[in-house]
């Protein structure tokens, strides 16, 4: 796949971290089963992003639909990432921008502090697990971009303000009582996974 690559992409993917492998920036990939070290798909994707212009600004209709990740499915008063629809879904093909902005959104709330509330939300794990191994200057470019989309804005030199409308932290008890009722319903008629029903079971079985 590497031979298809443009130069410039290719060059600018050696610089940077390897979603895949985790490799840093100038270090090469690690090598697949048969020992060759190629650039992995993860990080020539990553490049190509990175040579894209800026993205445009938008203004986010404030009344909307949303979409809610709780930090602590078994804890009634938990705190609730609460994302603007539109918000997520442009920075669906943008992982590293969308963990920037959940990374500032948890750190606004103070959910990293040592006594932080717990997390075992999966999802939001998986959002932010680049965070982990983007370098200072990556995580630096993810935010430039947040910026120009409007889902930021530069406060001073070292710190940005978050569009509200974009990403909030807000308590479980915000959302409205109804709202919780047919969610924790919802949550309690999911099937759970590895499980099965007699009925299915006696069939598969048959």
């Known amino acids: 796949m590497s031979r298809a690559v443009p130069p410039a992409v290719r060059e600018r993917a050696r610089a940077r971290s390897c979603p895949d492998c985790r490799a840093a920036p100038g270090e090469k990939c690690a090598p697949d089963r048969a020992g060759r070290s ?9 490049a190509r992003r990175a040579l894209e212009p800026m993205p445009p600004h938008r203004i986010l209709p404030p ?3 949303r979409m809610y990740m709780e930090l602590d499915s078994t804890d009634a008063d938990t705190l609730v990432v609460s994302w603007h629809k539109d918000a997520l879904e ?20 103070e959910v990293f502090r040592p006594d932080g509330p717990k997390t075992n939300n999966f999802g939001l794990a998986l ?14 470019e993810a935010v430039e971009r947040l ?3 409007g889902f930021l804005e530069r406060a001073d030199e070292d710190s940005v303000y978050i569009d509200p409308v974009a990403i909030r932290v807000i308590g479980r008890r915000e959302l409205s ?4 009722m047919d969610w924790n319903a919802e949550k309690a008629s999911a099937p759970v996974p590895g499980q099965l029903d ?3 079971g006696e069939t598969s079985a048959g």
């Open 38 to 46: 190629q650039l992995h798909r993860g990080r020539i994707w990553d």
């Open 63 to 65: 009344r909307s639909d």
């Open 90 to 109: 442009a920075l669906a093909a943008y992982p590293y921008e969308a963990a920037a902005l959940l990374w500032l959104a948890l750190k606004q709330a």
């Open 127 to 140: 959002i932010l697990m680049p965070i982990y191994f983007l370098t200072a200057g990556e995580v630096g």
């Open 147 to 149: 910026i120009a989309r």
């Open 177 to 180: 009582a109804r709202f919780r």
């Open 198 to 200: 007699e009925a299915d």
